[in-house]
Nanobody, 126 residues
Framework: QVQLVESGGGSVQAGGSLRLSCAAS????????MGWFHQAPGKEREGVAA????????YYADSVKGRFAISRDNAKNTVYLQMNSLKPEDTGMYYC???????????????????WGQGTQVTVSS
């Protein structure tokens, strides 16, 4: 049974940092695509970042470029999201998603059809 478990969420002040983790079990995504989505209160879930686990190519939403960094540890079947310079608008649930195949430039669309975790809450206060 495939399972994605996120951790690392919490409450921080604006300008602070958090590191999210997503551990996968039941399937190895070592040559696929893993990513993060953000859902702000009352809004749709949007793609934040993705990584090709087979080669390390990364993709980011414009809103987080230069502030967030996605990385992976294939030995642990885990993907990370380092979030720096956090803003109040970054508040919301963060979900991990995984797809066993290469996502490419359409990473957000392809990940929506993949496997999902339950999410972790991030709250950024001003």
């Amino acid at each position: 049974q495939v399972q994605l478990v996120e951790s690392g969420g919490g409450s921080v002040q604006a300008g602070g940092s958090l590191r999210l983790s997503c551990a996968a079990s039941g399937y190895s995504y070592s040559d696929g695509c893993m990513g993060w989505f953000h859902q702000a209160p009352g809004k749709e879930r949007e793609g934040v970042a993705a990584i090709y686990t087979g080669g390390g190519t990364t993709y980011y939403a414009d809103s987080v470029k230069g502030r967030f960094a996605i990385s992976r540890d294939n030995a642990k079947n885990t993907v990370y999201l380092q979030m720096n310079s956090l803003k109040p608008e970054d508040t919301g649930m963060y979900y991990c998603a995984a797809e066993p195949n290469w996502c490419g430039g359409s990473w957000a669309r392809k990940l929506r059809g993949g496997d999902w975790g339950q999410g972790t809450q991030v709250t950024v206060s001003s």
